[in-house]
């Protein structure tokens, strides 16, 4: 088992009586008992005029000064102009200007660093733990931005560690985001293809082959709403996951729908769990009208423009 979350506000104005953090922080704690292994939350932040936001994971000891040096000089190396860092738990922040193809840079660097994810607004913090515990060293609490995924794991195909734990970023791509409660049984043939096609992967977790798969798609100019269709042929196994982009959240389930995913929507937001239980914590005492995607469907969910 594993727990996805999501929320996304569909408006800049809102009543909404926590933050964004929060809530997505209490969907997961509501939800810890699918996963205390480790948890994770992609945060959909403000733009910064002619800024990415780049994250990298940094050792956890002594050496970590020494490491924020060498990630500094090798950003330098490859043409990224560093404006400020700040260092959180087990990753090192950075703003930076950068006009270049992330792909191209992930593609440079990748032997070299461990990039978390790269993006106009994205920010992915995870870490081993539950989330309680992992929120505060993120300072999770304090964002209250448009739209974010979060995720629980138990561990299943892969080691507890900071690396395999959710969300994934899909590795090159700006803005993009997925967390995943299932498996994918055509990992490796599906891997070999998009490896085929000049795709980066950082781990051996399946979920981050579903946001390399859709980064791929959307690569070659198909929506995320047609590449969201696509997956339900091209990716074997159970599975219900969600995307995130710089203005959207998408999600698809399998044939089977094994895998749960309740939803409830109102005129302000839209969130997502893996159990009514988590979606309930939000709204102390209120009766919600939730419904759960049948088998074999996607959607999206934007911002309004």
Wanted: aromatic share 8%.
């Amino acid at each position: 088992m594993c727990a996805i979350a999501g929320i996304l506000f569909k408006h800049n104005r809102r009543s909404f009586n926590l933050t964004t953090g929060e809530a997505l922080t209490l969907i997961l704690d509501s939800t810890v008992h699918r996963g205390m292994d480790s948890c994770g939350w992609a945060l959909y932040k403000d733009p910064i005029k002619d800024t990415i936001r780049m994250r990298f994971f940094i050792p956890a000891d002594e050496s970590a000064e020494s490491e924020i040096k060498r990630i500094e000089q090798t950003l330098s190396a490859h043409r990224v102009t560093i404006l400020n860092t700040r260092r959180l738990g087990c990753t090192l922040g950075v703003h930076a200007g950068f006009s270049g193809d992330l792909l191209a840079l992930t593609h440079a660097i990748e032997k070299e660093l461990k990039p978390v994810s790269m993006g106009t607004r994205l920010d992915i913090l995870k870490d081993v733990g539950r989330p309680f515990d992992v929120a505060p060293v993120y300072n999770i609490g304090a964002f209250n931005g448009s739209h974010g995924i979060a995720h629980n794991r138990l561990a299943t195909e892969s080691g507890v560690r900071p690396e395999t734990a959710h969300p994934f970023w899909a590795c090159g791509f700006s803005d993009i985001a997925t967390v995943h409660n299932g498996q994918i049984t055509n990992y490796w043939i599906m891997r070999r293809r998009l490896e085929r096609k000049g795709m980066v992967f950082q781990t051996e977790n399946d979920t981050e082959l579903v946001a390399v798969y859709l980064a791929y798609q959307m690569r070659c100019n198909i929506s995320l709403e047609d590449s969201l269709k696509a997956s339900l042929d091209d990716l074997d196994g159970t599975f219900s996951y969600l995307v995130a982009t710089k203005d959207s959240i998408g999600y698809a389930k399998d044939k089977l729908a094994a895998k749960p995913m309740v939803k409830y929507e109102n005129d302000e937001m839209i969130v997502i769990s893996s159990e009514e239980v988590g979606i309930n914590r939000l709204f102390p005492g209120e009766a919600l009208e939730t419904t759960e995607p049948a088998p074999l469907t996607y959607g999206i969910w934007s911002l309004a423009s």
